[in-house]
C-alpha cells in the first residue's frame, strides 16, 4: 500500500478513452487516471461528489448553465445530484478522486461508456 | 463549488512551510496543498489514510523500516496506524488528500508543526 505511484508511468499502461483505471485506495475512496476524448453522455451522480484534476491536455466539465474549462494542474468538484458532462477535443489526462464503487455514467448505463468499475492498474 | 482551482495559483498566494490549505471539499474529504522544506516529526493519524502527491520538486515518506522518494507526478498513502515522518532537502509543493478534520500532525502536538486544521485558501 505504501509503493510509490507514478502517474507517467500510470498513464503510459493504456490507450483507451473514458475507461477509468484505480492507482491508489484510501478512506473507502478511489483515485482513479483516465484518458479522454471526444463528448461524455450527460449524467448525475446520486450520492457521490466527483473531483477531476487535469494532469495534461485540455478538458471541460458542462453543466447545464456554465461550463468550467480545464487545462494542466486545474480541477473542479462535480457536486453529488448535479447533472453534467465531460468532454475534451483533443486527448487528455484525468485523475478522478471520488467514493469507492461510482459508475462512471452515474444515473446512465451506456453501451459505448459505462466502464467496469474498479478495475486497478 | 463548482469552480475551477488552480494549484499554482494556491500556492502562489503563500510561502509557510508545513502549513495545509484547503482548496477541495468532497465527500467528507479534503484536498489540500502544502509547501514543506526540512523534516517533520514522526506521527500516525489513528483512523485517517492520508495521500501525499507531489506537484514541484522532490519529497520523501520516511517509515520506520524504508524511506519513499517521490518527485513530481508521484504519490504514496500512508495507511492508518502506520508511524512515518516527512521531508523534503529544498522546497517541494504538495497536494494531500485525506478526510476532513486531520490533525497534521497526527498523535502528537508540536508547538513548530502543529497547524491549524481547516484552513481555506
Do not use: C, Y
Not at 507517467?8 to 490507450?15: G, I
Not at 477535443?89 to 455514467?105: K, S
Amino acid at each position: 500500500m505504501t509503493d510509490r505511484v507514478s502517474l507517467s508511468e500510470k498513464f503510459a499502461r493504456f490507450t483507451e478513452h473514458w475507461r477509468p483505471r484505480v492507482v491508489a485506495e484510501l478512506n473507502g475512496q478511489e483515485v482513479k487516471v483516465i484518458k479522454v476524448q471526444g463528448t461524455f453522455p450527460w449524467h448525475h451522480h446520486e450520492r457521490e461528489d466527483e473531483l477531476f484534476l487535469v494532469w495534461r491536455g485540455r478538458f471541460r466539465v458542462e453543466f447545464r448553465d456554465r461550463v468550467v474549462e480545464l487545462g494542466p494542474g486545474e480541477l473542479v468538484v462535480v457536486p453529488r445530484g448535479v447533472e453534467h458532462r465531460t468532454a475534451a477535443d483533443e486527448e487528455a489526462e484525468l485523475v478522478v478522486f471520488e467514493p469507492a464503487g461510482v459508475r462512471n455514467t452515474g444515473n446512465v448505463v451506456d453501451a459505448t461508456f459505462t466502464a467496469p468499475m474498479g478495475e486497478k492498474l
